[in-house]
């Protein structure tokens, strides 16, 4: 299985300690990532501020850049999700299409590709999961408050599987961040507020360490942890499992991982 | 002003803020609590959207039919290409039988096409029976939701309007005593109205008769008491048959307020004994709206107000900031098929969460639409110079790798080594503002992968 790993634009440059548990955590879980140098981005910053077709060049690199892989997997359910959903406008090669239908979620290549639901490993603290819209509303990897009271998904699953980590109880379960792309910047003030409240929200309920799958919540998150020097870590959850994972164990490396067909 | 703006100026209010996001964020709890009482109500939604698409598709020979079938009744029927048409039809209507006065149960279409200022123009009395309704009408605002028009306002705002107004005490701000207050001063209202004007919720085409629903029986109570009944509908309120009804009243009040139902659902078939019934079915952009493959469905809307309460931008942002009669996330994407460029900041004004969408009991795609929109906005050249300029750029980088890795270079070592008073300042770097920057690192993800793989 060759998997090609895919890091946002801002993660490799801002965050690269979650590019490297992503691709460590693979790892040990018996996945070999390989990192193509020219990836870029995947146009997501430029289109959802309108600039659909501007994106198309950049939409052709990340294609041409991962149609050799059998999977690529991202540490950001919003990239996964443009790709697979607005790579729509350029025309549906082959190549198009089976890189829109096998780029995932890091999570949801754990949880779906993989197999794997539970995860070994130690980290003591209670940790406040924070749901990217994108992942859960676009991608269904948590269920959503607007149709069922069940709190549940891909990643607290996971989380729940560690030893001694416990989750937050929020009051609202699946509200937005408010980072929203290039909208953290034109809408400024309301983009701050709902960040605010959702930090407030963990501080409330006892997070010590907020954590989601989508880095880009978590830095706009992160900013205000900061600037508000509030007693609280942000980690991303690939973080999280890689500190707590031992180093790979003979049952883990030889795991075989069972191919699905991605759904489109 | 755009939405931005507007939106900075109320959550500056931080209490305010606060307060109306956790109203709201009531109404979507109790909205919740009912849709989850009800197993079937995902197929519901689907059952309600696949009828509101069925009548879009032959949307023409349903109102023929509607048309025939409220003549047959006895009611007069009159079509309005747009809001001038419309409103003119109303006055002539009033004129026609010497009327001065008229009162207004619920009604967003009115809202659309400013009839208040028109009629008011023209020398007619107006009063807006719906209690949130009436109190904007008395504070000389819009409705700031579709379904709590008054939502923006505290009750103490409430208790000022009606001391200046209706001559309460001043100070008082018991909801018990102010809703009395204005229950008396509409009575008398009520009993003087030549005319009553209502909304629509649903025209039932096989029968000709329209639904409106309220909770205050306020409709019932002026159609009952004048002479003249007018209901002015927009087109797309069109459901095949009675039937389909049900289908709708059981979404409608769980969606917007959580009830199983709303407290009246009136039904006016035909005029009673010696009194006239009108029926104006108004165009004013829809036959454009369902014209665009893209935004068609968004005419599907039931007006139930839901996407608004858990939108987490409206919440913060107030329904004033979307200056349009229909405000929230389906305003948005109503509004720019209106007037592109005076809504352009509407469609931007949504992280693309996503709730809207999952919220909406018929199934309207809001946030997909909100992205289409902003499409088209760029296209048409209504966005600002600076994002324009911007993306151009940005996609030439990110479609050429090396000016790629060369860029990200710049922008860490840039925040490693700059001041962080120069980086954080407010005024360059809105982000700043509320926010602390990342802490840059010293090696990017790129340059240690690179390392492992020379150690492999
Ligand atoms: S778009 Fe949907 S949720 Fe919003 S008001 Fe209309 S019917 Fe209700």
Request: net charge neutral.
């Amino acid at each position: 299985m060759k998997v090609g790993l895919f890091i946002p634009c801002y993660i490799d440059q801002f965050y690269p300690q979650v590019g490297i548990a992503t691709y460590q955590l693979l790892e040990k879980l018996g996945v070999q990532a390989d990192f193509p140098r020219q990836q870029t981005c995947c146009g997501q910053p430029m289109a959802n501020t309108g600039c659909e077709q501007d994106a198309k060049p950049v939409y052709h690199h990340f294609v041409d850049t991962f149609a050799g892989y059998d999977y690529v997997v991202a540490p950001s359910g919003s990239c996964v999700y443009h790709v697979r959903k607005h790579y729509d406008v350029v025309e549906q090669t082959g190549a198009v299409q089976h890189v829109r239908q096998s780029t995932f979620d890091l999570f949801d290549f754990i949880t779906t590709v993989l197999g794997v639901t539970e995860l070994p490993g130690r980290f003591p603290h209670q940790v406040g999961l924070h749901l990217s819209c994108h992942g859960q509303r676009g991608l269904h990897q948590a269920n959503e408050s607007e149709m069922t009271p069940v709190r549940d998904g891909q990643l607290s699953r996971l989380l729940r599987s560690v030893d001694g980590l416990t989750l937050t109880e929020l009051n609202r379960n699946d509200e937005c961040c408010g980072f929203g792309g290039t909208f953290c910047i034109t809408e400024e003030a309301v983009s701050a507020r709902m960040g605010q409240d959702r930090v407030q929200d963990h501080l409330l309920n006892g997070t010590e360490v907020l954590t989601g799958g989508d880095m880009s919540c978590l830095m706009h998150l992160e900013g205000i942890v900061r600037r508000r020097q509030l007693p609280m870590r942000v980690m991303h959850a690939a973080e999280i499992f890689n500190a707590a994972l031992p180093q790979p164990s003979p049952s883990v490396s030889t795991f075989v991982p069972q191919p699905i067909v991605a759904e489109s | 002003m755009s939405h931005p703006q507007r939106a900075a100026a109320f959550t500056s209010d931080a209490e305010r803020t606060t307060w109306h996001d956790e109203t709201l964020w009531f109404v979507r709890q109790k909205r919740d609590k009912a849709v989850y009482a009800i197993p079937e109500f995902q197929q519901l939604r689907q059952l309600a959207s696949d009828i509101k698409e069925h009548t879009l598709s032959r949307l023409d020979e349903y109102l023929e039919q509607f048309e025939q079938n409220a003549r047959a009744n006895g009611v007069q029927v009159h079509w309005a290409a747009d809001a001038a048409e419309h409103n003119r039809i109303v006055l002539d209507i009033m004129r026609g039988v010497g009327a001065t006065s008229l009162v207004k149960s619920k009604s967003m279409l009115t809202e659309e096409c400013h009839l208040n200022p028109f009629l008011i123009k023209n020398g007619i009395a107006v009063v807006d029976t719906d209690l949130g309704e009436r109190i904007v009408q008395l504070r000389e605002e819009a409705p700031s939701h579709l379904v709590l028009p008054a939502i923006h306002l505290k009750k103490e705002d409430v208790g000022e309007t009606f001391h200046v107004h209706l001559g309460t005490p001043k100070g008082e701000k018991d909801p018990q005593n102010l809703t009395e207050a204005a229950r008396q001063h509409l009575r008398e209202k009520f009993l003087i109205g030549q005319v009553a004007i209502t909304g629509v919720n649903f025209a039932v085409a096989e029968t000709g008769a329209v639904v409106v629903c309220t909770n205050e029986g306020n409709a019932d109570l002026g159609v009952n008491l004048a002479q003249v009944h007018i209901a002015c509908m927009g087109m797309e309120k069109l459901i095949p048959r009675t039937a389909d009804l049900g289908v709708f009243t059981r979404l409608l009040a769980r969606s917007a307020t959580g009830q199983p139902v709303t407290t009246y659902t009136s039904h006016f078939a035909k005029p009673a004994e010696g009194r006239a019934m009108h029926i104006v079915i108004v165009d004013n952009g829809r036959t454009r709206q369902l014209g665009r493959p893209d935004f068609r469905n968004s005419l599907k809307c039931i007006r139930c107000g839901a996407c608004m309460n858990t939108c987490p931008v409206y919440r913060r942002s107030g329904g004033h900031s979307y200056d349009f009669t229909v405000p929230g996330p389906i305003g948005a994407i109503l509004s720019p098929n209106i007037d592109m460029r005076q809504h352009s900041t509407l469609p931007f004004a949504s992280t693309l969460c996503g709730s809207c969408t999952d919220v909406c009991p018929v199934k309207i795609d809001i946030h997909a639409q909100l992205y289409k929109w902003r499409q088209i906005i760029a296209q048409e050249g209504e966005l600002p110079a600076s994002k324009k300029l911007g993306m151009k750029l940005l996609s030439t980088v990110l479609a050429h790798p090396g000016i790629y890795r060369f860029g990200g270079k710049i922008a860490r070592e840039g925040l490693r080594l700059l001041p962080h008073g120069l980086t954080h300042a407010a005024a360059f770097n809105p982000w700043a503002k509320a926010r602390e920057l990342p802490e840059p690192p010293k090696q990017s993800f790129r340059d240690w992968y690179a390392e492992q793989v020379v150690k492999l």
